[in-house]
């Protein structure tokens, strides 16, 4: 992992220890932020039954405010990576069209451990998403509450690296802490010429569950400390065996056999445990 926070204050270092775990410097990020402009999107309908079961086997949680406020019990101890950036819909004109939606007073108020936004390098967007990032570095600064930058990338833009090594340093030159970006060939480029921590997102689900371990094993591999995961385990038929598989491969270097072998054993425990309920009904 890259020592990036070397320099920061006590608040800002405690803050980003709840987000990436300083026993292995890796996390899991369980990412429900997807309505912001997706809507109620497959598998994130009623969010709150999505988001409980999971609930205890996320390092963290990135989400929107409103989400928060309304499906997610306060008594959780799970680190909120707080959604503020948004304002465009996927039937919108333009998606980069992105801009603060969130004041620092409610992130705080929430409780927030760590702020998100995105960026839109090579979007028409690009000079506001990049300045918002560097206002939201600076309010986020200001309280000690680091800032995680999400490289997203219009359907015109190639994830590759050299795309998104460009987003992801711009994005660290910015002052971002932790950068999102997408798994890529030649990912330990992106890596490299980032000088603060990179964690993966799974992107839409993958037709096959082995693919979307693999994908997370490749990347940590490479250098990412983590994953910001969404769709590849809250669309999954079986969630929490999908959750507790990518674990396996983030915090104990399982490779994506294992972890698949991990998700198999966890189904049939699933599969059990149901027909033990059907039968006791
Ligand atoms: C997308 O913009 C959202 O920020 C998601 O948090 C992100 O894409 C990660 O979720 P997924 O693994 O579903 O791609």
Redesign the pocket.
């Known amino acids: 992992m890259n020592d990036s926070n070397q320099n920061m204050d006590w608040g800002m270092k405690n803050r980003v220890s709840k987000i990436i775990r300083p026993e292995d410097g890796r996390c899991v990020m369980l ?4 309505g ?2 997706l809507g109620p999107t497959e598998g994130l309908e009623v969010p709150g039954r999505t988001i409980q079961p999971l609930l205890s086997y996320a390092d963290s949680l ?1 989400i929107t405010r409103g989400v928060l406020r309304t499906s997610v019990n306060p008594n959780t101890d799970v680190p909120i990576v707080l ?1 503020v950036s948004g304002g465009s819909s996927i039937i919108g004109e333009d998606l980069s069209n992105e801009s603060i939606t969130t004041s620092i007073e409610d992130a705080i108020k929430l409780n927030a451990t760590c702020l ?1 936004l ?1 960026i839109f390098v090579a979007s028409k967007y690009e000079h506001q998403t990049l300045t918002a990032l560097s206002k939201l570095v600076d309010e986020g600064e200001k309280y000690g509450i680091p800032v995680l930058a ?1 490289t ?1 990338v219009g359907k015109e833009m190639t994830r590759d690296a050299r795309y998104l090594s460009l987003a992801c340093r711009i994005a660290a030159e910015l002052g971002a802490h932790v950068v ?1 970006t997408y798994y890529c060939e030649n990912f330990e480029r992106v890596v490299e010429g980032c000088p603060v921590p990179v964690v993966i ?5 993958l037709s096959k569950e082995i693919d979307a371990l693999e994908l997370a094993y490749n990347a940590i591999e490479q250098g990412a400390v983590g ?7 809250w ?1 999954s038929d079986h969630p929490i065996a999908m959750i507790k598989a990518v674990r396996a491969i983030v915090h104990n270097n399982s490779d994506a056999e294992e972890a698949y072998n991990i998700l198999l054993k966890e189904k049939e425990k699933e599969t059990q445990q149901h027909r033990i309920i059907k039968s006791v009904d």
Request: hydrophobic share 40%; no cysteine.
């Open positions: 990412a429900v932020d997807h912001y402009f990135m959604r998100a995105s999400v997203a999102k997102a799974g992107g839409k689900k994953v910001d995961m969404g769709r590849n385990i669309q």
